[in-house]
């Protein structure tokens, strides 16, 4: 086991991704209606041209372009109209010189046609001849065959996150399978002879499962596969079983609880046992969530968390996420939403120490203020009204009231 020293969250993270392979899941291919929030594999490359012919982005006449020069509504260039070209057809005729065709926006340019005249600048004589009032350059108000994406190119890379924009350009290419990263399975389990079940009644003494159903939450949002292990008591023996049934199902592991004060040890102890390297680090140099465990297993990232609520919720955002984003392949990391504000009292924090205080946030006079919630970490409900969280770098010893500061918004 490698020496527990207090590590800043930055240096925790790193040490665990340097243990790790990268994308250490594999692939798998899915039907296009299932890649919604999924990462993609390997690079995807268009099959086709797109649209794939060229087409006009306006209502008008395809024409030839050199046909318009110089025409003006004083002088305009009198064209005869060889046809009608209906949307989703393939015109069954070609322009000639003085020649034009009715098109509409979508529709597909004729051969020997390279530009479209918008109706606007045109006076329909009759059926078979137009005065076009303004001349037209070559491609003007077309869109190419291959202006959207050429055959051949990458049209997403490896290790994105599929959108539904993105889902749709695949569908747009004939795309009916992707190849996404395998999503990664998250064990959850529950230490604490207090911890009861949600549907129980409580006595004194005894608090029902919160964590269980945060961490299933924050994993599905992260892109894995929660499982439930259930409660185990404060038992070495019945953790180690437990967590050893889950290292074997799941690619990664969370324990909860049992990171200090009396029992610190055992969770430690157990996760060393469990594979090379072990625990990697026990503590981290924040506040809340101090007593986190993190380590790898055989190539497993395994977790002891602090049995907190609010230390739950910021140690998964701080630590599990980016591991799993790793294990995914994922390259485009989850941008956090930040709004400036200004803190409404003072704060104070410890030298060296990462704080991340929960804030709800109330407009004044057309300014945005941050009001601390300092509740203790226990206390779920100070997460519930939380508009979001301001992060003291360990550089500071505190924030005075006025201060402006950046809020991460709670999602």
């Known amino acids: ?67 318009t020069f110089g025409a003006r509504e004083s002088s305009p260039a009198y064209l005869n109209m060889k046809g009608d070209i209906p949307m989703g057809a393939i015109p069954n005729f070609s322009i000639s010189q003085g020649e034009c065709a009715s098109i509409a926006t979508g529709g597909m340019l004729p051969e020997g046609a390279d530009a479209v005249v918008m109706i606007e600048h045109v006076n329909v004589v009759s059926q078979d001849l137009i005065e076009v009032l303004r001349s037209v350059s070559p491609w003007e108000n077309v869109i190419f065959k291959d202006e959207d994406v050429k055959r051949g190119e990458i049209v997403i890379k490896a290790g994105k996150r ?3 924009q993105d889902i749709g350009a695949l569908a747009g290419l004939g795309i009916g399978e992707v190849k996404v990263a395998k999503k990664p399975v998250v064990s959850i389990i529950l230490t604490g002879d207090e911890i009861i079940p949600h549907t129980e009644k409580v006595s004194p003494g005894q608090v029902r499962d919160v964590n269980s159903f945060t961490l299933s939450g924050l994993a599905v949002r992260a892109g894995a596969v929660p499982i439930k292990m259930g409660i185990v008591r404060d038992d070495y023996n019945e953790i180690k079983t437990r967590v050893d049934k889950a290292y074997e199902i799941s690619d990664l592991v969370l324990i909860t609880g049992g990171t200090s004060a009396g029992v610190k040890d055992m969770t430690a102890k157990v996760i060393d046992e469990l594979g090379s390297p072990g625990v990697l680090f ?11 465990i993190g380590g790898v297993c055989g190539g497993k990232p395994v977790f002891g968390l602090p049995g907190h609520p609010v230390a739950v919720y910021i140690c998964f955002e701080l630590f599990v996420r980016p591991v799993i984003e790793h294990m995914i392949g994922l390259q485009e990391r989850k941008v956090k939403r930040l709004i400036k504000a200004k803190m409404a009292r003072n704060l104070h924090s410890q030298s060296g120490r990462e704080d991340f205080i929960r804030v709800s946030l109330e407009e004044r006079d057309g300014q945005l203020w941050a009001i601390p919630l300092l509740s203790k970490s226990g206390l779920i409900m100070s997460l519930v009204r939380a508009g979001g969280i301001v992060h003291i770098p360990s550089e500071l010893l505190g924030l005075q009231e006025g201060d402006e500061v950046f809020v991460e918004v709670i999602d």
């Open 1 to 67: 086991m490698l020496d527990k020293k207090y590590l800043l969250p930055k240096d925790a993270v790193n040490l665990l991704l340097e243990h790790l392979k990268f994308r250490s899941l594999p692939g798998e291919i899915i039907y296009l209606e299932e890649a919604y929030d999924r990462v993609t594999y390997e690079d995807i490359f268009s099959p086709e041209d797109l649209p794939g012919f060229h087409r006009s982005t306006v209502d008008g006449f395809a024409v030839r372009s050199m046909d």
């Open 162 to 164: 599929l959108k539904p």
């Open 282 to 292: 026990h503590g981290v140099s924040i506040k809340p969530g101090k007593p986190l």
